[in-house]
């Protein structure tokens, strides 16, 4: 019986609750032992008014952008409660970032008019249709509530009037408390080999809980970091940290210090096949 490629590789998602499962079992297929971390909450915003509204006024918009399913799935379910119909948004055009954005689109009968040919920013903006000519042109961004201001900087540079409206709030998971024990706890037994991060927030929301983690067990003198050392250098030191491109890898060494493994499709299905290959490098 042949092998599977991650058999007994200790793997850590820090996916949102509601999206790791998708990664999770890609990478139980493959053998390896999951250990779910949401470090990400997704929570609707204080408020739909400001995305009904804009909505409901969708007709004076030259382009919906989305950048993450969660954004399809919020303003595709306000559409519906505000009464605008799938045959008023066909005369709308999409600009999605990434397959698993399209496809999310696509599975509520509306069809992208433009997805970059990768699914980062500078290519978003650089391959915008008619950029850098947009004067006059309207785009509705309905997005999260952090995040990158560079293409919103660079099309209202191009002459576009860009409304960016909150469809989803990002935090802290609320028991980020238990997590971060939990998870600093396995990090000091040595227990985890692969820790995963698929967007930049997760990146830095790891670090607050790290942060967190180690500097209670650190205050109860359950652990000790030699001297000199950074506690989550050190807690970090010997697994491998992989990400789903090159926003996120920034993202890693910023506030992670590092990022070994980066995969070259940025989607789910390119972050799975990097670690296959990563862990097989390393093993050799």
Known sequence: MTELPLQGIRIVVTRS?????????????????VYEFPVISITPPDSWAPLDEAIEQIKRYDWVLFASSNAVDAFTARAQEVGIGKEELDFTKFAVIGPGTAGALEERGLKPSFCPSTF?????????????????????????NVGRPYVI????????KVDVVEAYHTSLPPNE????????????????????LASAQSARNLKAILTN??????GDRNLEVPVGSDSISYALEGVVIATIGPETSAAARKHLG????????????GLVDAVVKGVQKVSQ
């Open 258 to 269: 590092r990022v070994d493994i980066e995969a070259q499709v940025f989607t789910i299905d």
């Open 153 to 160: 900087d660079r099309l209202t540079e191009a002459g576009a």
């Open 17 to 33: 609750k509601k999206q790791a499962a998708g990664l999770s079992s890609k990478f139980r297929e493959l053998g390896a032992e």
């Open 213 to 218: 983690g180690l500097s209670k067990k650190l």
């Open 120 to 144: 980062i920013a500078e290519t978003l903006v650089a391959e915008f249709p008619e950029y850098p000519n947009l004067h006059g042109k309207r785009i509705l961004w309905p997005r999260t």
């Open 177 to 196: 408390q238990e997590i971060a024990e939990r998870l600093t706890t396995l990090l000091w037994k040595n227990v985890i080999d692969v820790i995963t």
